[in-house]
């Protein structure tokens, strides 16, 4: 079974622009959830989609958003990017909703520099 | 508000010898503990959890502790290997739905040969 797929790897951005960053769960989940990772702040909890609907999101502004698509596949977006949005972010994928049993399957992430 | 916390942000151990990674969190309310591992360059993979109503469970090589009492948690891992390298991350939750998963900071175990 195919695990969580995150494209692109890596990218370079330049403050102002935006980006988009893809993800695919495993065959299956209906959740899929997103964090941004960094050094000082460690896992910090984005959002979550379940069944096409954005069940929580984290306390990020407003320029981060997402969504789902119908087969589970997530899109989340970052506009006009800052400095300290450099991070990698993680998508990660649960069968149902994440919470009950915190287990959850991380891809490899999208490392997002911003110059 | 709810926070979880590493005791060691590095921990050095020889290989063949056992590490011990400790975690504590502040919800008393958390009723499932997991630890996650973090290789370079990867994203986290789980590797092993317990529920609030027990206090030990064991894998291979590893066992997780939870002292619900003094809310501690920690990952014992056995005969340490190279690949066992990676950042370690315990994670509590206390509700149905990721944003109510709390991870800690992260320890990042290096093996001495």
């Known amino acids: 079974k195919a695990g969580v797929t995150q494209t692109p790897r890596y990218l370079i951005k330049t403050r102002g622009q935006q980006v988009t960053l893809s993800c695919s769960p495993i065959?299956?989940?209906?959740?899929v959830s997103w964090y941004q990772q960094t050094p000082g702040q460690g896992l910090q909890f984005l959002f979550e989609?379940?069944?096409?609907?954005?069940?929580n999101k984290g306390n990020f502004p407003g320029r981060f958003s997402g969504r789902q698509f119908s087969n589970s596949r997530s899109e989340m977006n970052v506009s006009t990017l800052e400095l300290g949005d450099s991070a990698l972010y993680l998508c990660?994928?649960?069968?149902?909703?994440?919470?009950?049993?915190?287990?959850?399957?991380f891809g490899e992430g999208s490392r997002l520099t911003v110059l | 508000g709810e926070s979880v916390g590493l005791h060691l942000p590095t921990l050095s151990v020889q290989e063949g010898d056992n590490s011990i990674i400790n975690c504590a969190y502040s919800?008393?309310?958390?009723?499932?503990f997991i630890w996650y591992k973090q290789e370079s360059g990867k994203g986290p993979q789980f590797i092993i959890d317990?529920?609030?109503?027990?206090d030990k469970r064991q894998g291979q090589r590893v066992t997780v502790l939870l002292n619900k009492t003094v809310k501690h948690l920690s990952l014992q891992i056995a005969a340490t290997q190279p690949g066992d390298s990676a950042v370690y991350f315990c994670?509590?939750?206390?509700?149905?739905?990721?944003?109510?998963?709390?991870f800690g900071s992260g320890t990042r175990l290096s093996i001495r040969p």
């Open positions: 065959s299956g989940h209906r959740s």
């Open positions: 990660a994928s649960s069968f149902g909703l994440a919470g009950g049993t915190g287990e959850l399957f």
């Open positions: 994670a509590v939750t206390s509700g149905s739905s990721a944003s109510k998963i709390i």
């Open positions: 317990i529920r609030s109503n027990m």
């Open positions: 989609y379940f069944s096409e609907t954005q069940r």
């Open positions: 919800n008393s309310a958390s009723d499932y």
